[in-house]
């Protein structure tokens, strides 16, 4: 059975490398584009105006409470109907982007929030604009509370990207669907999928580690 498998295996590999590919592109452009629309989405909740911040409240309460296969079919046939014509993978990426963002900027809302208000103030009072506030002051501190959370929703962005299969677009699901259709090996290539998804989200796990390390504040 081994033998027949990694027969299987090796006849689909192409397969199974696009459609790994297809899986960590989606997902690190979504998980990007999300990340920094989640830093303004995070910003506004805590500085913005008052009319500014009930629109993004109500446009992260509504994206959070929203599951994320309805925001895919959403994102590629309603934007169809309104004339704008996006692709399964654009379509996909703005999907799971837009999820992405309204959990970052609570994220980044926690966090702005737990910085004592003295720091924006003493940051003012020596001449910093904004800005300049954010990125040196405000964001360093922010970005170490942020990683832990970000990681889960990063991988949380990739395991929804297998949902996008449900429009059409080849990522590691849908082609190993595919494969299991033709040689009817469900167990062996559903389990090499999630080893796979692991494998990636093991990468991102390390990754928010790395980050982590260089950005704590030595003892």
């Not at 629309?37 to 995070?42: E, R, Y």
């Not at 009930?54 to 446009?59: E, G, K, P, T």
């Amino acid at each position: 059975m081994s033998h027949t498998f990694l027969e299987q295996l090796w006849i689909a590999r192409y397969v199974i490398l696009n459609g790994i590919a297809m899986t960590v592109s989606i997902s690190f452009l979504a998980i990007l584009a999300g990340s920094i629309l989640g830093v303004f989405v995070g910003l506004a909740l805590v500085y913005g105006g008052g009319l500014l911040r009930l629109i993004v409240r109500a446009y992260t309460d509504v994206i959070r409470g929203t599951p994320v296969l309805v925001l895919v079919l959403a994102s590629y046939y309603v934007s169809s109907a309104v004339g704008i014509e996006l692709g399964p993978f654009s379509a996909g990426v703005l999907a799971l982007a837009i999820f992405c963002s309204s959990h970052v900027g609570e994220i980044v809302r926690g966090a702005l929030q737990a910085i004592p208000k003295g720091q924006t103030e003493a940051a003012k009072a020596i001449g910093l604009t904004f800005p300049q506030t954010f990125t040196s002051v405000l964001w360093p501190q922010a970005l170490r509370q942020c990683l832990p959370a970000w990681v889960n929703t990063a991988a949380e962005m990739v395991k929804a990207s297998t949902l996008l299969s449900v429009i059409g677009v080849a990522e590691l699901l849908l082609r190993t669907q595919e494969i299991i259709s033709r040689n009817f090996m469900s167990l062996q290539f559903y389990f090499l999928a999630g080893a796979l998804y692991f494998i990636v989200n093991f990468g991102i796990e390390r990754f928010g580690k790395f980050v982590e390390r260089k950005t704590t504040l030595p003892s």
